[in-house]
């Protein structure tokens, strides 16, 4: 099976199922002597792991890392970073009920047309399950990031759109992302969500979201200006996560609106460096970096696992019903939101090793 990696000189490659043993990748390119542990990873995946609120799926899953090989006596040495996470709460018989019927919304009829198997068993490889180890690997790239700028890259996400409810950017407060289950951004928004996801959760329904990551911090340069814009690499990283269906850099869609004097970001000399007035194009022009904050977007569907009865066929060619059972996110893409920061450090890391073997 083709495509379980992503990158060029930082590249890592995943592996393993929701229901089978344990999930893990493989990290090529890690420059030697960066410090890094166990304890380093860790933090990152508390962030994304299940059960940790009535508003996520109740799957209780420690998601304890374990580095397997390409550190020795604290610090990396060239070689493959070979990391793993054993699974130990697998239900497989919720999904006995469904085995022979396509979850409408989900991976199974494309899986069965392309492969003519598939793991039924929570979606197998298209599992949610599967972003655990995006996040591991988002951990060894924030370490090679900081190890290389020597100064810090900082990587924020938050939810800033549940459903059809937005926040109120004026009310923005990153402080505020710790202190709610959404990772909202937006105190008055959170306090709001909470009551209307707690409907759609009791309903058996879900509910889509609006993700958005900023890097800060990032030097100007990085990125490839033709098919490897470092943008073109961020919409992919973000598109490849589950369940995202749409991608935007700065102001995005909202661009197409503006007239040409709103859309440019006037430039001026601040002292000995150039200060931009605003930041439309989401810190990348022409496909590089440009030292400004680089700003993403995306949008996540609603969670296709839901208990109301949906019409679909099963793999004999006969029509039927279904209701999928389980534990499930009402709304996925509040766990999206470090998955989400893990990709712009697997991106971010790849193009500032890429931009170092190119330019010094």
Request: glycine share 12%; net charge negative; aromatic share 6%.
């Amino acid at each position: 099976m083709a495509g379980n990696a992503l990158g060029e000189s930082f590249r890592f490659t995943t592996w393993g199922e929701s229901h089978g043993p344990a999930i893990g990748c493989v990290i090529d390119g890690v420059p030697p002597r960066v410090p890094l542990k166990e304890s380093d990873l860790q933090g990152w995946l508390n962030a994304r792991k299940p059960g940790q609120s009535r508003f996520t799926t109740q799957r209780q899953e420690a998601d304890e890392v374990k580095i397997l090989s390409g550190v020795f006596e604290g610090v990396t040495t060239g070689t493959p970073v070979s990391l793993v996470i054993e699974n130990t709460d697998q239900r497989s018989k919720d999904y006995s009920d469904i085995k022979d019927k396509f979850r409408p919304g989900h991976a199974d009829y494309t899986y069965w047309t392309k492969y003519g198997i598939r793991d039924y068993r929570g979606g197998g490889r298209s599992s949610a399950r599967e972003t655990a180890m995006r996040v591991a690997a988002g951990g060894v790239a924030r370490k090679v990031l900081d190890h290389i700028l020597q100064e810090s890259v900082s990587i924020k996400g938050a939810l800033v759109q549940m459903g059809p409810h937005h926040i109120d950017r004026e009310k923005w407060d990153w402080a505020e992302t710790g202190n709610n289950p959404f990772w909202c951004p937006d105190a008055a928004a959170a306090a709001d969500w909470a009551d209307i996801l707690d409907a759609a959760r009791k309903s058996g329904s879900s509910l889509g979201a609006v993700v958005e990551v900023v890097a800060s911090g990032v030097p100007a340069g990085l990125g490839e200006p033709v098919y490897d814009k470092l943008d073109a690499d961020l919409a992919k990283a973000m598109m490849s996560i589950n369940a995202v269906k749409g991608v935007e850099i700065g102001a995005g869609f909202a661009s197409a609106a503006f007239s040409g004097e709103e859309n440019a970001d006037e430039m001026r000399m601040d002292g000995n460096r150039i200060a931009f007035s605003s930041n439309q194009a989401g810190g990348v022009l022409g496909g590089i970096s440009s030292g400004q904050d680089v700003v993403v977007r995306f949008a996540v569907k609603p969670t296709s696992s839901i208990l109301s009865p949906r019409k679909t066929v099963d793999i004999f060619g006969k029509d039927t019903e279904i209701f999928t059972k389980g534990r499930h996110d009402p709304c996925v893409g509040i766990r999206a939101v470090p998955v989400g920061e893990a990709m712009m450090a697997v991106v971010l890391a790849d193009h500032l090793l890429r931009n170092r073997a190119q330019c010094g």
